[in-house]
């Protein structure tokens, strides 16, 4: 046998075991995709608590790959974080609370999108889709608050990284750039800031006519996946487990609704640490709709407000007049007279009696 | 692409590697498959008895007890993590606890009722099962590791699988994540 032919037979053999190792490896691949998760992702311990979590979720009728992907639709990316799964995994590192790091969560939230094109289209109108380059990269926000760790609880709570490898320089002068250009793009508040997929819940099915406790108006609309990502614990928080806020107005407490959905909201849109109205970012409803939840006027995803007065007003409100041309910031947006503080004293002489009257009537509520 | 994105050939191999190899070791484990349990170490007895013997410590009264609160599920969470020099402790402990219950009262801990459990407990934490199967102070020793441990899952981050639902944060009227906005310099 001369050199050339063994050559041949060698790269013949090679030929052959890599053939049957693709078949294999393919055949293994669509077994492992379309079988239960219970056979395949949860043989791996590390997944066992996501598994049981899926399967009493509202979600619980989709497959892992309908948001995760398979370990090769995100190519590289997804290739390397299971391979990093089995090195902890030999090693014994504790890889319980492994989390996805944002680049992932990124991933799985574009696959949100194929079902809830509405909300994701809403959300994209909305404030809450602004990218890192509206964060860190505005001149008057930047130039009267230097920029600091804790932008990223409110904004950016996905990314691991500390901020100033995300931003520089960290001073009040500019001009400021983001250190990953790929960074300019990226949202800073992604659906899952608000939502937990992994967590108890119900698919949508019909209602039991035949029991009195399933009528109309005895059936709650339960959205559990409402919760809050707390940046520091790296946990989202049910929003009924997260704190009230309590809120004075020169030492008068304000009534804040008991909507669990506000306290999402005020996670973030809040007053300063002493809790004063008005302060910081507060939009907590005083004055004529004190009381109200942020949910009465705002649509969750595009946070829309101009179509909810007709909810509550009549075409003609109390002071016979139509609300929505009244001058709050609602119509103009330079008005002094805030929508969300907006009080009977910013149009009426505060010591009116007829006034007077109507107060009483209305602080009532 | 820039530069630093860009992986070398060796590292993409590597990774690929690890990534297949990883892939195959898997179907590894899914041809011996054990029903899926909630525990990473306990047995399903053991969180019986475990489960009775936290709520002695933090009874539920107008807010959740440490049961309810998750504190077994954070023991069995860190016997598997930072605690496993303790998982033998636990793994005898519990069953002597056991075996004292059934020749005191010839019950299990988790069905004796409220005072009993209680009766049982003080015996232990006086040191005076000695003379049964509990080595010298050993009962002593164990009812007092539980009793840390319980009020570490009670008072304890949830992340680490006790104090659900922020219990005792919201017993102690903490506020978390604690309600604070911004810096707005005007």
Redesign the interface.
């Known amino acids: 046998m001369n050199i050339n032919s063994r050559y041949k037979t060698i790269s013949l053999i090679l030929s052959i075991i890599l053939l049957f190792g693709l078949v294999g490896?393919g055949s293994?691949?669509t077994y492992?995709n379309s079988?239960s998760p219970?056979?395949?992702c949860?043989?791996?311990?590390e997944i066992?608590?996501r598994?049981?979590s899926h399967a009493h979720s509202s979600h619980q009728n989709l497959t892992c790959k309908d948001c995760h992907g398979t370990?090769l639709s995100n190519g590289?990316h997804s290739?390397?974080e299971?391979?990093?799964?089995?090195?902890n995994h030999v090693r014994k590192v504790?890889t319980?609370?492994i989390r996805m790091n944002e680049e992932q969560i990124l991933d799985v939230m574009n696959n949100c999108e194929r079902c809830h094109t509405n909300e994701f289209a809403k959300w994209k109108l909305g404030g809450h889709s602004m990218t890192y380059s509206h964060v860190f990269l505005n001149e008057k926000h930047n130039t009267?608050?230097q920029i600091n760790f804790?932008?990223l609880r409110?904004h950016g709570m996905f990314n691991s990284k500390s901020v100033d490898e995300i931003v520089e320089p960290l001073k009040n002068k500019g001009p400021w750039k983001l250190k990953d250009?790929e960074l300019m793009h990226r949202s800073a508040i992604p659906c899952m800031a608000c939502h937990q997929i992994h967590q108890e819940g119900k698919p949508v099915s019909q209602p039991d006519y035949s029991n009195p406790q399933e009528a109309f108006y005895k059936r709650k609309a339960e959205k559990p996946s409402l919760t809050?990502f707390?940046r520091?614990?790296?946990?989202n928080?049910?929003v009924?487990?997260?704190?009230k806020?309590k809120l004075t107005d020169n030492n008068r407490e304000v009534a804040v609704s008991d909507d669990p959905i506000m306290r999402n909201c005020?996670?973030c849109?809040?007053?300063?640490?002493a809790?004063q109205a008005g302060?910081?970012?507060?939009r907590t409803p005083r004055g004529v709709h004190e009381g109200l939840s942020c949910m009465a006027c705002h649509e969750p995803h595009s946070n829309d407000a101009r179509n909810s007065c007709k909810k509550c007003h009549p075409p003609m409100s109390n002071c016979k007049l139509d609300v929505t041309q009244m001058n709050t910031t609602f119509k103009d947006k330079n008005s002094k007279n805030d929508i969300h503080f907006v009080s009977c004293t910013d149009c009426h002489k505060a010591n009116d009696p007829k006034l007077k009257q109507k107060m009483m009537k209305i602080t009532r509520i | 692409m820039d530069v630093k994105n860009k992986i070398s050939r060796r590292k993409f191999l590597s990774l690929s590697l690890v990534g297949i190899g990883g892939i195959s070791l898997l179907s590894l484990g899914a041809l011996n498959k054990k029903p899926i349990s909630k525990w990473r170490f306990f047995t399903e007895n053991e969180v019986l008895i475990l489960d009775a013997l936290v709520e002695q410590i933090i009874p539920t009264d107008e807010s959740m007890g440490a049961r309810d609160a998750g504190a077994t599920n954070f023991i069995d969470k860190q016997l598997m993590g930072p605690y496993q020099q303790f998982q033998k402790d636990y793994r005898d402990g519990l069953k002597l606890l056991q075996q004292s219950s059934m020749e005191k009262f010839n019950s299990k801990f988790e069905e004796l009722n409220w005072e009993n459990q209680t009766i049982l407990l003080k015996l232990i934490d006086k040191d005076e099962l000695k003379h049964s199967h509990w080595e010298k102070g050993a009962d002593k020793k164990f009812f007092s590791m539980v009793i840390r441990h319980t009020m570490q899952s009670f008072y304890g981050s949830p992340k680490h699988g006790g104090n659900k639902n922020n219990v005792s944060y919201k017993m102690l009227k903490l506020d978390t994540p604690i309600i604070i906005g911004q810096n707005r310099y005007k």
């Open positions: 490896f293994f691949y492992w079988a219970y056979k395949t949860a043989s791996c311990h066992e608590l598994v049981e370990a590289f290739l390397k299971k391979g990093m799964m089995v090195v504790n319980e609370n009267t608050e804790d932008c409110c250009k809050f707390h520091h614990e790296k946990i928080i049910n009924v487990d997260l704190p806020l005020i996670q849109h809040a007053p300063n640490a809790h302060t910081s970012d507060d």
